[in-house]
C-alpha cells in the first residue's frame, strides 16, 4: 500500500485512518505547489496532481472519503465505524460525507482568494460570502456535538474525515467563539497519537 501525501492537505486524514488502524503503508511525500505533481507519471496516478492518492493491490484510488471507505471495506474488520442499521451508523455516514459536501467549499474558497490568488484578483465579496457559510456549516456540527465526544458514538472515520476539516477550519481562522464545543472537539482529536504522526510526517 502506498499513500501519496503532503502535509496540511486531505493526505492527513489517510495517513491519520492507516496509523489509527496500525497498517504498512508506503510514503511517498510532496510539498504543496511541487511540480513533481504535475508531471506525467504523477498524472497518470492522480489526473488532477494533488494528494492524497492510494495504490493497493493494482488499485488506485485518489479521492479521500473514498479511500477511507476502501480501506475499511478491505482492512476495517469492523472497526472504525458503527454496525449497519444503527442510528450510530446513519450518523457516521452523514458527518463522513458532510465535510467535503459542506465544510470544505467555502474554505476552498477562501483558500484560493485569500492565498492562491495575487491581491489584485482577489474579491472581498467572495470571502465574506464563503466565511459567511463557512460559520453556518460549522454549527452543525458544534449542535450536533453538544453532549458528545465523538460524530457518531464511539470514535469513527467520520471524525477523521469531517474533524480534519474542524481542524483545518481553525487553523484558517474560523470563528469559533459562538461554537463552544468545536475547539475542545479539536483539542480531543489531536491528542490522539495516530493524528499526531500523521500531521508530522
Not at 28 to 38: I, N, P, S
Not at 61 to 79: D, K, M, N, P, T
Request: glycine share 6%; aromatic share 8%; proline share 5%.
Amino acid at each position: 500500500m502506498k499513500l501519496y501525501y503532503a502535509q496540511n492537505t486531505r493526505a492527513v486524514r489517510i495517513a491519520w485512518l492507516l496509523e489509527e488502524l496500525g497498517l504498512d503503508y508506503e510514503i511517498e511525500k510532496f510539498t504543496l505547489g511541487d511540480r513533481a505533481m504535475r508531471e506525467p507519471d504523477y498524472l497518470k496516478v492522480h489526473p488532477m496532481g494533488r494528494v492524497p492518492a492510494l495504490e493497493d493491490k493494482g488499485v488506485t484510488i485518489f479521492e479521500s472519503g473514498a479511500i477511507v471507505q476502501y480501506v475499511l471495506a478491505l482492512y476495517g474488520e469492523g472497526r472504525l465505524q458503527p454496525a449497519v442499521g444503527t442510528q450510530e451508523f446513519a450518523n457516521y455516514l452523514q458527518w463522513l460525507h458532510y465535510c467535503e459536501g459542506m465544510i470544505m467549499p467555502p474554505i476552498n474558497t477562501i483558500v484560493v482568494e485569500t492565498i492562491l490568488l495575487p491581491p489584485e484578483r482577489r474579491t472581498e465579496v467572495n470571502v465574506k460570502r464563503a466565511t459567511k457559510l463557512l460559520n453556518q456549516m460549522l454549527m452543525a456540527v458544534n449542535n450536533h456535538l453538544e453532549g458528545a465526544e465523538f460524530l457518531a458514538g464511539n470514535f469513527t472515520a467520520a471524525d477523521i474525515m469531517t474533524g480534519h476539516s474542524i481542524i483545518m477550519s481553525g487553523r484558517m481562522g474560523a470563528d469559533f467563539s459562538d461554537k463552544p464545543n468545536l475547539q475542545p472537539y479539536a483539542d480531543r482529536l489531536m491528542a490522539r497519537p495516530a493524528l499526531q504522526k500523521a500531521w508530522s510526517l
